[in-house]
Structures are given as C-alpha cells and as structure tokens.
C-alpha cells in the first residue's frame, strides 16, 4: 500500500459537486482505497475554460491504497461525468 494525493477539481454548484465528490469517494471505497484526510481547498477561478466551467471546486483527498489498484481507479474517475479534472502523485515516504 502506497500514499498518494488525488487532486480533484468540481464544478463551483454546490449540489453538484457535492453528488461528484460523494461518487469519488464511492469509487475509492469501491477498489480498496483509504481516504485519510479530504480537504477542502476552496473555490478557484481557471486558467481556460474546461466542459464550459471557469471556477471550480478543488478538493485534495490523501489516500492510501494499493498501486494496482491505482490504474483501475483512474479509469472510473475518467467515466465520471461531473469530475472536471483530476490528478495522482504519489507521495514519497521518508
């Protein structure tokens, strides 16, 4: 099992993002993931339009889960449809 940070960004709606943020953590319980903390970092205007949004929600989620199971979380992030973006890093332990 590995740590990694799952940088999300929803759209700005609270419902919306709401309903997209439950689905991703769905999706992490779903494959095995641990949600160790999920922080909120605000709203966040971006840099060039992304499905027609120019805010959005940036949420960090810091996870602990195994590195296979990675790949197939970050298939279903993509079928997500309100998920604008999202990103792993893998965090190293020292």
């Keep these: 099992m590995?740590?990694?940070e799952l940088m999300t960004i929803f759209p700005v709606e609270e419902d919306?993002?709401?309903a997209?943020?439950?689905a991703v953590r769905a999706i992490l319980a779903q494959f095995g993931a641990e949600i160790e903390s999920e922080n909120?970092?605000?709203d966040r205007d971006l840099c060039y339009e992304i499905k027609k949004h120019k805010k959005g929600r940036f949420i960090l989620f810091n996870i602990v889960a195994n590195p296979a199971k990675v790949i197939e979380i970050d298939k279903?992030?993509?079928l997500e449809q309100q998920l604008l973006r999202f990103m792993f890093v893998r965090v190293d332990e020292k």
Excluded: W
Aim: glycine letters at 6%; charged letters at 35%.
């Design 40 to 42: 909120l970092i605000g």
């Design 20 to 22: 997209a943020s439950d």
């Design 76 to 78: 279903q992030l993509k």
């Design 16 to 18: 919306v993002s709401k």
């Design 2 to 4: 590995r740590k990694y």
